[in-house]
């Protein structure tokens, strides 16, 4: 019912908007005709162009500003993270936080450089152990994750997690293999992406062969 309610407000806003719009256009238009054509030559030459300079160079320092302030804002939030991962007390605490860590620092590697070994051992432990139960949702963020902060001897654990049983888990290991370069599994992936029964994961082992060089 209140889908039924709220669409004639909705529709009134936007006509609103529509008509103040209309306004604006036709009372600029009037104002513009009646200005003597010297002034209409001094805005046109000169105001207009200044103005708009102006707006460009105000919209890019807006921008400078708001990149710097999403900067720090995001190593705050990481030092935050990386404070609660190494006081969490068990696995599960741990493993959220760190979930949220790679997430916060948009899958890379920079600034996770003194807690990367125990990333890196958490979500290989995480994939080895949770094989087989139907925990797939945290073993293949495990998977996918440990393609940000692994090494080379995750790629065997990766390519064995191309042989999970859900698919879910096989796109993100394909994804996580993809994230390593990991040359020595680009053959697996390339089988992987033609008979692998599931598109997505098919479609993940091509962006993986794609991103190895």
Avoid at 60 to 75: N, P, S
Avoid at 108 to 130: N, Q, Y
Avoid at 193 to 212: C, K, Y
Wanted: glycine content about 6%.
């Amino acid at each position: 019912m209140k889908r039924y309610i709220d669409a004639p407000q909705d529709g009134q806003v936007n006509l609103t908007a529509a008509l103040l719009l209309v306004a604006v256009i036709v009372t600029g238009v009037w104002v513009w005709k009646r200005l003597p054509l010297a002034t209409q030559d001094y805005l046109i030459d000169q105001a207009i162009p200044l103005a708009l300079l102006v707006g460009m160079i105000a919209s890019g320092g807006w921008l400078v500003i708001r990149y710097i302030r999403t900067r720090r804002m995001r190593r705050q939030e990481r030092m935050r993270l990386v404070r609660s991962f190494t006081q969490a007390s068990t696995v599960e605490k741990r493993l959220d936080i760190a979930f949220a860590l790679i997430e916060v620092n948009h899958y890379h590697r920079e600034g996770l450089e003194d807690i990367e070994p125990a990333l890196r051992d958490l979500f290989a432990t995480t994939l080895t152990r949770s094989l087989g139960d139907k925990q797939h949702q945290i073993r293949g963020m495990s998977a996918s994750h440990l393609g940000v902060v692994g090494d080379k001897d995750a790629v065997q654990l990766l390519l064995k997690a191309l042989e999970d049983d859900h698919a879910y888990v096989r796109a993100c290991a394909a994804l996580g293999l993809g994230r390593l370069r990991a040359s020595e599994a680009k053959e697996r992936l390339k089988v992987v992406s033609v008979e692998d029964w599931d598109q997505t994961v098919r479609s993940r082992a091509r962006e993986a062969m794609e991103r190895i060089p």
